[in-house]
C-alpha cells in the first residue's frame, strides 16, 4: 500500500490519484478535449493506454453542426439528445453585406446546439479506461522514448508521460507551435459576445464588412438569446469588433449590455499546405492540423472525420501512411472550399454573386 503524505493513510485522495497517474506511461497521451479529442480517444484501440487532457470550458464557437457533421453522427446511428439541442434550427442564412447593402437569403440546414453540452455529451463517450485529467497542459518535452506533458491542474503541476502524442487542442494549438513551430497557419482572432434577445433577428445572419473584417461576422439566435461574433486580423481586433457592431446597429439590430464576452484564435488556412498531420511520435487532428473551412470556418465535422481516421491509423503498420491517406478527402474539400473564398470574401465578386442571386431564395 502507497499512503499519500498528505492525508496520511487515505489512498483515494487526490494527490494519490495523480501520484499514481504520474507513474504510468501511457500509450497515447492526448491534448484537447473537444470533438477531436473526444473522438480520437473514443476510437483508439482498447488494446492502448489513453490519457485525455481537457479543460472543462465553453469553447468559443457558432456551435452550428453542418450537413457534414449530421451525417456523421447518422452514419454511425448515433442521435444528440435534447438537451444539447439549441433552439432554433437553421434552415437559411441571411448574407449582409454592410459596406455595399447588400442583402439575400440563401438555403443552409444546420443543427443549432449549445456547444459546452455538446463537448461534455462528446466526452461521455471517452471510455471509462481512459485516464481523464481537466487543467492546461503548460509544457511538452520530447524525451528519448516518447513525450513528457505538465498539467497545471487545480493549482497543482504534474507531468505525464507517453509513446505518442495526439495535439488535438484546436486553433491556437501549444502542441503544433511547440512542436513544428515551422509548421505555420494563417489565424485570427475570433471574439463572440452573448446577448438578451430583444430585438427581431434572423436565426442565422452571416455577415460581410470591408471596413471592419476580411472575414466575416455572424449573428445566431440561441433560444432566448443572441450571439454576435466575427473574426478579425490581430491588430485592433477589439476595436475592429466594436465597430462592425455599431455598424450591425444601424440594421435596426440593437445588442445592450453582453452577458459574456469570449475570445479565442481561429486556423484558416491559407492553402492546403498549411495543413500539418504531424511526424515520428506526435499527431494533429481536427483544426490543430487545420482541418477547418477557410470560407465558413466550419470544424466540428472535419475534427471528427479526422480525429477518427487518426484513431484508425494506429491499427496499421504506418499510421502517417495512412492518416495521410485516408484525409486526402478533407483536403480536397478544403481546396474546394478556398477556390470559393474569392467568391466570398473579394468585395468585387461577392457583390456580383449577391446581385445576381445565383442559389439565393427567392423572394
Ligand atoms: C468563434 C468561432 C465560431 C465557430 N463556429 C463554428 C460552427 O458554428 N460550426 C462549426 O462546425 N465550427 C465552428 N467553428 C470552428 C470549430 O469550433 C472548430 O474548428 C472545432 O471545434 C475544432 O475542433 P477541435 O476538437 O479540433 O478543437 P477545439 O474544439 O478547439 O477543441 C480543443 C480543445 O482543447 C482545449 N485546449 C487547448 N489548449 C489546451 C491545453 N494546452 N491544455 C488543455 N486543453 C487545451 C481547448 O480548451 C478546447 O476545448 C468556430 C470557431 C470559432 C473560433
Redesign the pocket.
Given at each position: 500500500m502507497i499512503y499519500c503524505e498528505k492525508c496520511l493513510g487515505k489512498d483515494c485522495c487526490d494527490l494519490f490519484a495523480k501520484v499514481k497517474i504520474k507513474m504510468r506511461k501511457f500509450d497515447f497521451i492526448i491534448?484537447?478535449?473537444?470533438?477531436?479529442?473526444a473522438v480520437f480517444a473514443k476510437n483508439i484501440d482498447e488494446k492502448y493506454s489513453s490519457c485525455i487532457?481537457?479543460?472543462n470550458?465553453q469553447?468559443?464557437?457558432?456551435?452550428?453542426?453542418?450537413e457534414d457533421?449530421q451525417k456523421y453522427f447518422a452514419d454511425r446511428n448515433i442521435a444528440l439528445p435534447q438537451e444539447v439541442v439549441a433552439d432554433s434550427q437553421i434552415s437559411c442564412v441571411d448574407t449582409i453585406d454592410i459596406h455595399q447593402n447588400l442583402l439575400r437569403k440563401y438555403r443552409r440546414y444546420y443543427l443549432n446546439v449549445d456547444r459546452l453540452k455538446f463537448?461534455e455529451w462528446l466526452r461521455g463517450f471517452v471510455p471509462e479506461k481512459t485516464e481523464k485529467i481537466c487543467?492546461?497542459?503548460t509544457k511538452i518535452t520530447k524525451t528519448d522514448d516518447g513525450v513528457a506533458v505538465t498539467v497545471l491542474s487545480n493549482g497543482e503541476e504534474i507531468t505525464v508521460f507517453g509513446k505518442y502524442l495526439i495535439g488535438?487542442?484546436?486553433?491556437?494549438s501549444?502542441v503544433r507551435k511547440n512542436i513544428f513551430p515551422d509548421k505555420k497557419i494563417r489565424r485570427y482572432v475570433?471574439i463572440?459576445q452573448l446577448f438578451e434577445l430583444n430585438t427581431a433577428v434572423p436565426s442565422y445572419a452571416c455577415i460581410f464588412d470591408e471596413k471592419t473584417t476580411e472575414c466575416c461576422a455572424w449573428i445566431i439566435k440561441k433560444g432566448d438569446k443572441m450571439l454576435f461574433?466575427g473574426a478579425f486580423e490581430a491588430k485592433n481586433c477589439r476595436e475592429s469588433f466594436d465597430n462592425l457592431k455599431e455598424r450591425v446597429e444601424k440594421y435596426g439590430i440593437h445588442f445592450g449590455e453582453p452577458i459574456m464576452t469570449e475570445a479565442?484564435m481561429?486556423a484558416r488556412p491559407k492553402s492546403t499546405g498549411q495543413i500539418f498531420l504531424g511526424e515520428d511520435n506526435v499527431y494533429l487532428?481536427?483544426?490543430?492540423a487545420g482541418f477547418?473551412s477557410p470560407s465558413s470556418?466550419?470544424?466540428?465535422?472535419r475534427?471528427m472525420y479526422s480525429a477518427e481516421t487518426l484513431a484508425k491509423a494506429f491499427n496499421t503498420k504506418n499510421p502517417l501512411k495512412y492518416y495521410k491517406r485516408h484525409t486526402a478527402y478533407l483536403r480536397f474539400v478544403i481546396f474546394l472550399k478556398l477556390l470559393k473564398c474569392p467568391f466570398m470574401y473579394s468585395p468585387f465578386l461577392r457583390k456580383a454573386v449577391m446581385k445576381s442571386g445565383i442559389c439565393a431564395v427567392k423572394k
Open positions: 491534448i484537447g478535449g473537444g470533438p477531436a479529442g487532457i481537457y479543460l470550458t469553447k468559443p464557437c457558432g456551435g452550428l453542426l453542418s457533421a463537448d487543467g492546461t497542459a488535438a487542442d484546436g486553433g491556437d501549444t475570433s463572440q461574433g479565442c481561429l487532428a481536427g483544426e490543430a477547418v470556418f466550419e470544424g466540428i465535422s475534427a
